[in-house]
C-alpha cells in the first residue's frame, strides 16, 4: 500500500492479471481525490477521480474504490498490460489544495 | 493542442548559480503551481499563484522565487540559497471545473 513516507511501494503483476494499488489518505474532510499515472521521467498524468460522496466510480479498465471510514483509497487495473507500468500515486483535496502520496511503482511481467 | 511546457528538461547548476525552470501553459488555467519531486516522497509544493502578479509561497518555498506576471507563465528561480536543489520539479495548473491538475513533464535539476 502506499503512504506518505520514505519508502515507495511496488507491486509486480503478470500481463493480464488485475492489479490492486491501494493509498491512504490522511485527512478525513477531504473530498476530492485523483489517481495519477507517472511515467519514468515524465509528468503525473489524470487516470481517474472520485468524490466524497461516492464510494466506486469506473473507467476504461479501471476503477476507484473509496472507503471514507477507514480513510483508504483503491485503484484497480484490469488486465494489466505492459504499458500500465508506472508509478501510481493518489492526491486528496482539502481546503482547495491537493495532497499527494509517494506513489507505489507497478512493473508488469510480459 | 493545449497543456503545460516546461522547459529545459535537464538543467546542470553549478555551486552558487541561481537557475530560473521555465512553465508556460495555453489552458487559459487562472492557478499554477509549483512541485518538488525527490525519490520515495510525494509531491511537496513550493510556490502557487491563484492569479496574475499575486502568489503564495507552498510548504518548501525557502530557496525558490517565482513571478507571474502574465497569466500563461509562471517561471521559478532556484536559487543558490536553496542547499539542495537536485530534484524533479513539476509545474501544474488548475482551472475551475476542471479535473485535477494538469501537469507539465517536468524539469530534472543537478547539482555539479
Known amino acids: 500500500g502506499e503512504s506518505v513516507g520514505l519508502h515507495l511501494p511496488t507491486l509486480s503483476v503478470q500481463e493480464g492479471d488485475n492489479s490492486i494499488i491501494n493509498c491512504a489518505y490522511s485527512n478525513s474532510a477531504s473530498d476530492y481525490f485523483i489517481w495519477y499515472k507517472q511515467e519514468s521521467g515524465k509528468g503525473p498524468q489524470f487516470i481517474i477521480d472520485i468524490r466524497s460522496n461516492m464510494d466506486k466510480r469506473q473507467g476504461q479498465r479501471v476503477t476507484v474504490l473509496l472507503n471514507k471510514t477507514v480513510k483508504h483509497l483503491s485503484l484497480q487495473i484490469a488486465a494489466t498490460q505492459p504499458g500500465d507500468s508506472a508509478v501510481y500515486f493518489c492526491?486528496?483535496?482539502?481546503?482547495?489544495?491537493?495532497?499527494f502520496g509517494t506513489g507505489t511503482s507497478l512493473t508488469v511481467i510480459p | 493542442d493545449g497543456g503545460i511546457t516546461q522547459s529545459p528538461k535537464y538543467l546542470f547548476r553549478k555551486e552558487g548559480q541561481n537557475v530560473t525552470l521555465s512553465c508556460e501553459q495555453n489552458l487559459n488555467h487562472d492557478a499554477m503551481y509549483w512541485y518538488r519531486q525527490d525519490p520515495g516522497q510525494g509531491l511537496r509544493l513550493i510556490y502557487y499563484s491563484q492569479i496574475v502578479n499575486d502568489f503564495q509561497k507552498g510548504d518548501i518555498a525557502e530557496g525558490y522565487s517565482v513571478s507571474r506576471e502574465k497569466k500563461e507563465s509562471f517561471p521559478l528561480t532556484v536559487t543558490s540559497a536553496q542547499k539542495n536543489p537536485t530534484a524533479f520539479y513539476l509545474c501544474?495548473?488548475?482551472?475551475?471545473?476542471?479535473?485535477?491538475?494538469?501537469f507539465g513533464s517536468g524539469t530534472r535539476l543537478t547539482v555539479v
Open positions: 492526491a486528496e483535496m482539502f481546503g482547495n489544495q491537493f495532497y
Open positions: 501544474a495548473s488548475i482551472s475551475p471545473g476542471s479535473y485535477g491538475y494538469t
